[in-house]
């Protein structure tokens, strides 16, 4: 813990701002453990619409966030268009399952005409934040 308050710390008084996105990445062998921190400025919001690509496979393994994902979410955020804000993987079957950096939800409506909240249910990672999200709704 150490580690990230420095890191975090250090970029304040860089940057002059209270809005990061921390990354930690623990890499454990039989050897030793590391803890990398990786901290940046929080993106600036949109100021209208957010625009969104489709391309790219679901997660190998969606119960964690490991270090291939890392890797391989790289290439299709380095080979999106232009202007497009994430990146949203869709399977073969044509479902769309999540974004690089964030959870995909849809509001739309159901058979009776009931507002509902669509989301992947299996091959996204089960985080915290989608979990609060679908607890509340």
Same mark, same amino acid.
């Given at each position: 813990?150490?580690?990230?308050?420095?890191?975090? /710390?250090?970029? $304040?008084?860089?940057?002059? *701002?209270?809005?990061?996105?921390?990354?930690?990445?623990?890499?454990?062998?039989?050897?030793?453990?590391?803890?990398?921190?990786?901290?940046? *400025?929080?993106?600036? $919001?949109?100021?209208?619409? !957010?625009? &969104?690509?489709?391309?790219?496979?679901? $997660? %190998?393994?969606? @119960?964690?966030?490991? #270090?291939?994902?890392?890797?391989?979410? /790289?290439? @299709?955020?380095? %080979?999106?268009?232009?202007?497009?804000?994430? !990146?949203?993987?869709?399977?073969?079957?044509?479902?769309?399952?999540?974004?690089?950096?964030?959870?995909?939800?849809? &509001?739309?409506?159901?058979?009776?005409? #009931?507002?509902?909240?669509? *989301?992947?249910?299996?091959?996204?990672?089960?985080?915290?934040?989608?979990?609060? &999200?679908?607890?509340?709704?």
């Amino acid at each position: 813990m150490a580690c990230m308050r420095k890191a975090i /710390e250090t970029y $304040r008084e860089k940057c002059q *701002t209270d809005e990061l996105k921390l990354t930690t990445l623990l890499n454990v062998d039989d050897q030793k453990s590391l803890l990398y921190v990786h901290v940046q *400025t929080l993106g600036k $919001r949109p100021d209208g619409e !957010v625009k &969104i690509q489709i391309m790219g496979a679901p $997660r %190998s393994n969606a @119960l964690a966030k490991d #270090s291939a994902w890392v890797s391989d979410r /790289e290439g @299709l955020w380095t %080979s999106r268009e232009e202007g497009v804000h994430e !990146v949203v993987l869709c399977g073969a079957d044509g479902r769309l399952y999540e974004g690089l950096s964030s959870n995909l939800f849809v &509001i739309g409506t159901d058979s009776s005409g #009931s507002k509902t909240l669509y *989301t992947a249910g299996e091959g996204v990672l089960l985080g915290t934040v989608r979990g609060l &999200i679908i607890k509340m709704c």
